[in-house]
């Protein structure tokens, strides 16, 4: 079985152009992350650029999972929240090669980034995920909650409309952020 490392990624040589790739690959296959198919790779490399540079700025964190050299799989965590939320992130883009779904990736990726966002302050994780073909199962056995269903929320990357589930989970240990006298 494959070792898997799982690291912060940052704008290095290499790792727009792997970003962008898993991307393209994600949408030509279905993913519902945000993009229609064809997506260029120009306009994928634009994303994960300004992407970067909102984890350069400490806005989110994005990770990657590598397989040697190789990005096999990679998830952001949104920590730029409304000054009413400091204590909420937000999980998005979680992508794993089609070459390596059901390895177990994704579970790291989850994994790390909950540890992450612990270090970060966070007590509450939120994401949505497609209901066609979105990673519910994943989710639910990570101890997500379903909080519902909007139907009909995006379009699909090959046409067609998909509802979106509603995810959240406590983590760490609560704090109060109000002021006890």
Same mark, same amino acid.
């Given at each position: 079985m494959p070792s898997f490392t799982i690291t /912060?990624? &940052?704008?290095q040589p290499l790792v727009? /152009? &792997?970003l &962008? =790739?898993?991307l393209v690959e994600t949408v030509a296959h279905g993913g519902s992350v945000s993009f229609m198919h064809p997506l260029s790779r120009e306009e994928a490399e634009l994303f994960w650029n300004k992407s970067l540079a909102a984890a350069d700025r400490g =806005?989110?964190?994005v990770l990657g999972a590598w397989d040697g050299e190789a990005l096999v799989g990679t998830v952001t965590l949104h920590l730029d929240c409304p000054p009413n939320q400091p204590h909420r992130g937000e999980i998005a883009k979680m992508m794993t090669r089609v070459r390596y779904r059901g390895q177990g990736i994704a579970k790291m990726l989850?994994? =790390?980034? $909950? @540890? +992450? &966002?612990?270090q970060h302050g966070r007590t509450l994780l939120t994401l949505d995920t497609? $209901?066609?073909e979105g990673a519910a199962g994943l989710y639910e056995k990570l101890g997500y909650r379903r909080t519902g269903v909007i139907p009909d929320f995006a379009l699909k990357p090959h046409g067609g409309l998909t509802g979106?589930?509603?995810?959240?989970?406590r983590i760490g240990? +609560? @704090?109060r952020l109000d002021s006890e006298e």
């Open positions: /912060p990624l &940052a704008h727009v /152009p &792997a &962008a =790739e898993l =806005e989110r964190i989850m994994q =790390e980034v $909950e @540890r +992450l &966002a612990v497609a $209901e066609d979106t589930i509603i995810f959240w989970k240990r +609560l @704090r």
